[in-house]
């Protein structure tokens, strides 16, 4: 009976690993007399790993740092990787993140799994642009913030950055914000979302860094 488990999930991960992450539906519909008691077994011997509710992953693909961001946009859609960890691979700040940071039309949330921590911030569906698709290998591609839109983002869901001080301490990487930093395209993605409180902060940041 062993030998058959372990030659159920062989022919499993064959059909399913070039996915990448799969869902229990994208199971059932190739497989509806698929036991779902499986899935769970298979974790436990470390076969699979569970991102979230009916969300899984194969192991293998924890030795490529880039699956962990993929999977932020699969497991909780639509979302784009946004705020901290966009700002931290641009090299805007200056600290490594210790959680993948991103923002969604659903609600706040946040999912932990062997791949790492995964938050998710609530924006309105209006402020859901402003990302490019990245490659990665094997031709797939993740959603991710523009360097703008990511500091937007962050001054937008965090009203705390509030002053020049405030602002002073996110400690953005002055070469990049003279050499890199897309100016017109800041102030182009703040006026389409015509908010007076963002608008303020940004005049600020603006100062503190002396963008013109």
């Not at 602002?167 to 914000?177: H, K, V």
Request: net charge neutral.
């Amino acid at each position: 009976m062993h030998n058959r488990n372990e030659m159920n999930f062989i022919e499993f991960r064959n059909i399913f690993l070039s996915l990448a992450c799969f869902t229990t539906n994208q199971v059932y519909a190739s497989y509806p007399e698929f036991n779902r008691n499986n899935l769970g077994r298979w974790v436990k011997k470390g076969y699979l790993v569970r991102l979230r509710q009916s969300y899984y992953a194969f192991p293998e693909y924890r030795e490529s740092a880039e699956f962990a961001l993929f999977f932020a946009n699969r497991i909780y859609k639509p979302s784009y990787i946004s705020l901290h960890t966009a700002l931290s691979f641009y090299g805007i700040i200056p600290e490594a993140v210790p959680r993948i940071t991103s923002v969604t039309t659903l609600k706040t949330i946040t999912f932990s799994n062997d791949f790492g921590e995964y938050s998710y911030k609530n924006i309105k569906p209006d402020m859901m642009f402003g990302y490019d698709l990245k490659e990665m290998e094997g031709g797939r591609r993740i959603m991710f913030a523009t360097p703008e839109k990511a500091l937007i983002d962050l001054l937008y869901l965090y009203p705390f950055y509030n002053t020049e001080h405030d602002l002073e301490e996110l400690r953005l990487d002055e070469s990049y914000m003279e050499d890199d930093f897309n100016k017109k395209r800041l102030m182009e993605y703040s006026d389409r979302i015509g908010s007076k409180a963002l608008s303020n902060r940004i005049e600020m940041l603006r100062k503190v860094h002396n963008i013109k």
